[in-house]
């Protein structure tokens, strides 16, 4: 089970960030990743982590969005900087007993339907 928090409107140039609690499921080592639903269009990757720390992103995020995982916590996170008002969206946590996203691993090469474990999303809003 996964249960995100942390949205909220915020202001561009703003900040956010979201977490993802993992309750009764095998999170060690399993690839963990952030969708976003923006209104009206379909679901896209946003950012990938591996249980060894490998980290991937969209290019439209890179380098203003941080994933990272607190293992002892079985906690997932989002750090969203200098957000924009195309960020704005659903945001939701993902992962799957049988995926794994380690060294090696490029963004893209998992896709939305390989993700069986879904949270419930949580609205990012950024007004320009």
């Known amino acids: 089970q996964l249960m995100e928090s942390g949205g909220g409107s915020v202001q561009a140039g703003g900040s956010l960030r979201l977490s993802c609690a993992v309750y009764r499921y095998p999170y060690r080592g399993r690839c963990m990743a952030w969708f976003r639903q923006p209104p009206g269009k379909e679901r896209e990757m946003v950012a990938t982590i591996g249980g060894d720390g490998t980290t991937t992103y969209a290019d439209s995020v890179r380098g203003r969005f941080t994933i990272s995982r607190d293992n002892s916590k079985n906690n997932l996170y989002l750090q969203m900087n200098n957000l924009q008002a195309e960020d704005t969206a659903m945001y939701y946590c993902?992962?799957?007993?049988?995926?794994?996203?380690?060294?090696?691993?490029?963004?893209?090469?998992?896709?939305?339907?390989?993700?069986?474990?879904w949270g419930q999303g949580t609205q990012v809003t950024v007004s320009s």
């Open positions: 993902a992962t799957d007993p049988g995926l794994f996203c380690d060294e090696g691993y490029r963004f893209g090469d998992a896709i939305e339907g390989d993700f069986g474990y």
